[in-house]
């Protein structure tokens, strides 16, 4: 059974400190909820596990299945089974999203996957996603709807079949059927065994997908690991029970003044 396990990591992004001694560790068939308020480095955590050259690891360890992936690239942390669906999925023109899709599967397979196997797949798979097929031959996420391009990234999880998917706020712009659709996908793949790591703001997903635990990230440190009531309770009554109850002080973002336009005098003008 696969597991990736955080050790200590500490992360920088433009040579700020966000991640400051994450500890977190994911099995094969777990499902876990990640929550924390805005710009507490969630995304940061997804980007460094899967190795995104524009976040550098100063500290710690990120091991899969017991080995250290630090040194690995993207491609060959997704080869091993790691999976993840980005919060902000890139535009490529000219790219065919199919030709994409195909490559990327025979990147991590022995032999070549027959056109009619990979368009059967395909075929089957966006049916599942209630995704028009046209969008898997178009370029790949270009002028793709918010929630097209969501769904794309389920696309791909389901296409790749790694061991633990790694979900970056998947719900955001879906409407009420496609989230119905994307978390009936997610609990197919969890019952096949993968491991998942969600992010979500709202709880409605995580109705839909019943995380096995849910861990909270404030100010670049797991503060809380623990049952999926922590789910709701946050969805409930936000953060602050963390301050009064654990002493942790969630800090805030300050406003940069530096650059100025009409928007930042606007905002001085609003907060004096
Ligand atoms: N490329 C970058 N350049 C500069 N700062 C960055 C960059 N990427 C992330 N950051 C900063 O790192 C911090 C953590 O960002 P991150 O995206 O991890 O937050 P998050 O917890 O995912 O927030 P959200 O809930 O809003 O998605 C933020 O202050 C963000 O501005
Ligand atoms: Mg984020």
């Excluded at 433009?14 to 507490?40: D, Q, R």
């Excluded at 969008?135 to 790949?140: E, K, N, Q, W």
């Excluded at 061991?163 to 009936?184: F, H, N, P, T, Y």
């Excluded at 309770?233 to 009064?244: H, L």
């Amino acid at each position: 059974m696969a597991t990736l396990e955080i050790k200590n990591l500490h992360v920088e992004v433009e040579g700020k400190k966000i991640l400051k001694g994450v500890n977190l560790t994911i099995s094969e068939g777990e499902t876990v909820a990640l929550l924390g308020p805005n710009g507490h480095g969630k995304s940061t955590l997804l980007n460094a596990i899967m190795g995104h050259p524009r976040y550098t690891v100063t500290d710690g360890e990120i091991l899969f299945d017991g080995k250290d992936i630090k040194s690995l690239s993207v491609d060959e942390r997704a080869r091993l089974g790691l999976f993840l669906g980005m919060q902000s999925p890139a535009e490529v023109p000219g790219v065919s999203n199919s030709d994409f899709l195909r490559a990327a599967i025979n990147a991590k397979s022995e032999k070549p996957i027959s056109t009619y196997k990979f368009y059967k797949m395909l075929d089957t798979a966006t049916k599942d996603l209630k995704m028009p097929f046209d969008l898997a031959t178009r370029s790949l996420n270009e002028g793709f709807s918010g929630g097209e391009k969501k769904r794309n990234e389920m696309l791909q999880l389901i296409l790749l079949e790694p061991k633990i998917a790694m979900l970056d706020e998947i719900d955001s712009g879906l409407d009420v059927d496609a989230i119905q659709s994307v978390s009936e996908t997610i609990n197919r793949e969890k019952e096949k065994g993968r491991g998942f790591l969600i992010i979500s703001h709202y709880a409605r997903l995580f109705d839909l997908v019943s995380p096995t635990r849910a861990v909270v990230i404030i100010n670049g440190r797991i503060a809380l690991d623990g049952g999926p009531e922590l789910i709701k309770r946050i969805d409930q009554t936000g953060y602050e029970f963390i301050k009064t109850e654990y002493g942790i002080e969630i800090q805030k973002e300050e406003a940069d003044m530096n650059d100025v336009s009409i928007g930042t005098c606007a905002v001085r003008e609003a907060i004096k």
